[in-house]
């Protein structure tokens, strides 16, 4: 049963193998993954998408601020039918028509932010045609100027103008965020595949050296200088290396499949990933990190918008209770049996509404609607301050963590080193009998743990660097 094991083991690995060397090995660095995954990834294409969602939104607001042209009106109102006509003696008799009502009205209108109100001049047409009669009339308004004002109203234009600014301003720094969120996603995929590259590698590179540890203790065997005990304890290792590596395999390939994936490579090439060991640079205090926070996070942005919007909100609460509105009009009609008598001579015309709405008894509804308001922009008032405090929290602590990283990874760097050279003496005075079996896989482990943990020093470096940039929106340059 077990040479079955191992032969099928051996099986595996040599499938594995083989497959990898017909593939071209491509050597892929954590630069072109960020870039590659800012070009081409789905979370890039919907972030874009997103910021040109909002620049839209943007855009159809100021529209509605433009001045409107409108055109409408009924070319065709067709009518057959018979209609009674009372007679002087009381009868009724019916009598035939055939008629047609077709009218026009061209309608320019302007908002006037600064008072809320609206203003329009139009024009219209107005034709009737009675066929039995042979008879038609025309009847227009050349020009019409229509003025409505509300007094003391809730003006929301000069609300919104700001606030919808502030939308789009910050839908732009959400987008620098989303991307910044990018690179750090492909980071941390990156350094998953890097993890399990090295889980493979430092397995292969054990499976070889036991195999000659295997050797060298079968010809202790003949020699009577070694036990049957020790090489068991090799042969045991020997599996578990051979699990180590198929675990190893099968982790780079999905790993590899997700870093793809979301980088948006398409391709079936083999990638070989390079240990990103130079690292960046991050000039910054903790004073300016926070300033940069401020300055650049959509948050904040956010916190002067929704401060906004509650102020809006308290505004309007406080107007809804008295509602005086003017309605006033000025223009030219006249009548006549042809178009050209319609713009001769018109007569002028006016209207004045005067609408007003003051509550006698809501039972306090308004009042309460005021209040609501006063206290959710308090309440806002809290939140946004804790919001702060945490979000500067976060920034200190990070850079804290920088700082003691990147000293960690100099550690960890030398601890690799010594580790290995320790492994490779190990092995040679395995050769010469001077340390035992146990001792050597000691060795081992530790030239493993720490080649790991050098590589998990990194990655903490590089996540927390990209999640620095994230939180301030500033790459240190």
């Known amino acids: 049963m077990k040479k079955i094991l191992i032969f ?32 081409n990834s789905l979370s890039s294409k919907l972030a ?3 910021k040109e969602s909002k620049h839209i939104q943007y855009n159809l607001f100021k529209s509605g601020l433009g001045p409107e042209l409108d055109l409408t009106g009924n070319p065709i109102n067709f009518s057959r039918d018979y209609f009674g006509v009372i007679q002087p003696d009381g009868t009724l008799v019916f009598q035939p028509r055939t008629q047609n009502y077709s009218n026009f009205n061209l309608n320019l209108s302007q908002q006037i932010g600064l008072t809320g109100g609206a203003v ?11 066929f039995n009669l042979n008879q038609k009339q025309y009847s227009g308004i050349p020009v019409a100027l229509q003025v409505n004002q509300p007094l003391f109203a809730f003006n929301g234009y000069t609300w ?4 919808e600014l502030l939308k789009r301003n910050e839908s732009d720094q959400q987008y620098i965020r989303d991307i910044e969120n990018i690179s750090l996603e492909t980071a941390n995929l990156y350094f998953n595949v890097l993890e399990a590259q090295a889980d493979f590698d430092l397995a292969m590179k054990n499976q070889e050296n036991q195999n000659i540890i295997f050797d060298i203790e079968k010809k202790r065997i003949a020699l009577g200088t070694t036990n049957k005990e020790k090489i068991l304890q090799i042969e045991l290792q020997l599996l ?31 990638l ?38 509650a102020e809006r909100d308290l505004d309007e609460a406080k107007r809804q209770r008295y509602a005086v509105n003017v309605n006033a009009g000025f223009g030219l009609n006249t009548i006549g049996t042809n178009l050209v008598s319609v713009y001769h001579s018109p ?21 309460y609607k005021v209040s ?3 206290a959710n922009l308090k309440i806002l008032a809290y939140t946004i301050d804790q919001e702060e405090i945490l979000i500067t929290k976060e920034v200190t602590n990070l850079l804290e963590s920088i700082n003691v990283t990147r000293d960690g990874i100099a550690i960890a760097k030398q601890a690799d080193e010594i580790a290995q050279e320790r492994y490779d003496l190990a092995i040679l005075q395995f050769r010469f009998g001077k340390v035992t079996v146990t001792d050597l896989n000691i060795a081992f482990s530790e030239r493993d743990n720490a080649k790991r943990a050098y590589i998990v020093a990194l990655k903490n470096y590089w996540i927390s660097y990209f999640t620095l940039r994230s939180l301030t929106l500033y790459d240190g340059k």
């Open 8 to 39: 099928g083991t051996f099986l595996i690995l040599k499938i594995l193998v083989v497959n990898a060397q017909t593939k071209p090995i491509i050597e892929y660095q954590l630069g072109t993954a960020i870039d590659e995954a800012v070009q």
């Open 48 to 50: 874009q998408s997103v």
């Open 120 to 130: 329009s001049i139009s024009s219209a047409i107005n034709r009737f045609d009675d």
């Open 160 to 163: 919104n103008k700001k606030i």
């Open 240 to 270: 578990n290396l051979k699990q180590e590596i198929l675990r190893a395999s099968m982790s780079i390939k999905s790993s590899i499949f997700d870093l793809k994936s979301y980088v948006g490579i398409k391709d079936t090439l083999a």
């Open 272 to 309: 070989r990933l390079t240990l990103p060991e130079t690292l960046p640079q991050y000039h910054i205090t903790t004073e300016e990190a926070i300033v940069k926070v401020k300055n650049n996070r959509a948050e904040f942005i956010g916190y002067i918008r929704r401060k906004l919007e």
């Open 347 to 367: 007569t002028s015309s006016q209207n004045l509404v005067v609408g007003i709405t003051i509550p006698i008894l809501d039972w306090g509804r308004n009042k």
């Open 372 to 374: 609501s308001a006063k």
